[in-house]
Structure formats: structure tokens, C-alpha cells
């Protein structure tokens, strides 16, 4: 019996404008396991890649917790502000398909922040995939450090490697994959 392959979008297929109702599943402040240090953690909802074994589930759908709001926002950005805080994640659901609230989060992180506090994201879509689709996930794309790239695949599930379910995914050094216009994985990854 054969594993049934989460979805592979075309390019522009999935628009965050036509699938996202601006929903969190969850905020979780001051966590250790969703990226480098003590980090505060915004899991979005929705996601159209449906990957078997998909640890979040319940994320999924698109109507899923509760709406963002700027009271949300305004308390992430002080947990951030904590000087033993190293940064933001986005987890889901997908950020890409969220950039409505993620662009958002992102950009005022920036603002805040600067470069002193890293943004992290978990994605199932590849750093391939994204630099061929909307602007709008090229935007976010580019305000985040860390991309933890491709769907979940619970046929190459390995719990001993570092922050990755599955031995598909990459830990993506955004900046250097950026500039150097090919993947760069993330030199703090340990091997």
C-alpha cells in the first residue's frame, strides 16, 4: 500500500487573498522547540497540503481559533521584547497561505526589532516553490531569517534531526539563499 503524497500546488494556485480568513490556531510564548533559543510561536490557520501524518492537524482549516487581532499582535511583540527572547516562528497551518497576518506580524517585527530578533517559519512549500509564486509570499519571504522548507513526509519521518519531522526538509539560511540566488542551509545546523 502505497502513501498517499501531500499536494503539489502550481505556481499562483493557492492565493493567501482567496484561501486565508486571517485565523491563529495558537500563540505560545517563550518556547523552546519551534527554532534556535527561547522564541515565541504563532501558528496560523489553514493549509491546502494535507500531509499525511501532519502533526498540527487541526490547523488545517481555514476557520480554525480564533481571528488575529492587534491585541494579539501587541502582546507577541512585547514576549519578543523579553531580552532572553531570540526571536518570532511562524508554524501552522502554512505562514504563505496567512501572509495577510504573517506580512503583517513580520514587518512590525522589523520595525521593532530590526535585525536584533530572528523570525523563523515553517512551510511545506519548498524555497524553490515560493520563488516562483505571488508577491505577497516572496514579500514574506524576504523578512524572515530561517525557512524550514517542504511538506512533511511521514514515509522520510526521523525524530533525530534538528527541528524537521521529516529528512525532506531543509533549515534555510533565507538571507544567504537570497543573495547567493541558490539554497544556502543554515550553517548552525548540526549535521
Not at 499536494?7 to 491563529?24: D, H, I
Not at 533559543?37 to 493549509?47: A, D, E, F, Q
Not at 502533526?55 to 532572553?84: M, R, T
Not at 504573517?102 to 523570525?119: H, N, P, T, V
Request: charged share 25%.
Amino acid at each position: 500500500m502505497s502513501e498517499k503524497m501531500p499536494k503539489n500546488p502550481k505556481p499562483k494556485e493557492w492565493l493567501a487573498s482567496q484561501l486565508s480568513a486571517g485565523y491563529v490556531a495558537d500563540y505560545k510564548p517563550f518556547n523552546f522547540v519551534d527554532g534556535e533559543g527561547v522564541r515565541c510561536s504563532l501558528y496560523v490557520s489553514g493549509c491546502m497540503f494535507a500531509c499525511p501524518g501532519c502533526y498540527n492537524k487541526v490547523a488545517q482549516n481555514f476557520h480554525y481559533g480564533q481571528p488575529y487581532s492587534q491585541q494579539l499582535e501587541d502582546q507577541i511583540i512585547a514576549d519578543v521584547k523579553a531580552d532572553y527572547c531570540q526571536g518570532l516562528t511562524l508554524l501552522g497551518g502554512e505562514p504563505f497561505l496567512n501572509t495577510q497576518v504573517c506580512l503583517r506580524l513580520a514587518k512590525r517585527m522589523r520595525a521593532e526589532f530590526g535585525q536584533s530578533k530572528d523570525i523563523w517559519a515553517w512551510s511545506g512549500y519548498t524555497y524553490e516553490e515560493l520563488q516562483q509564486d505571488s508577491a505577497d509570499k516572496l514579500e514574506l519571504l524576504s523578512l524572515i531569517d530561517v525557512l524550514v522548507d517542504g511538506r512533511f513526509m511521514l514515509a522520510k519521518k526521523d525524530l533525530t534531526l534538528q527541528f524537521r519531522g521529516s529528512s525532506n526538509q531543509r533549515i534555510i539560511d533565507v538571507a544567504k539563499s537570497l543573495q547567493a540566488n541558490q539554497v544556502v542551509l543554515w550553517d548552525k545546523l548540526l549535521k
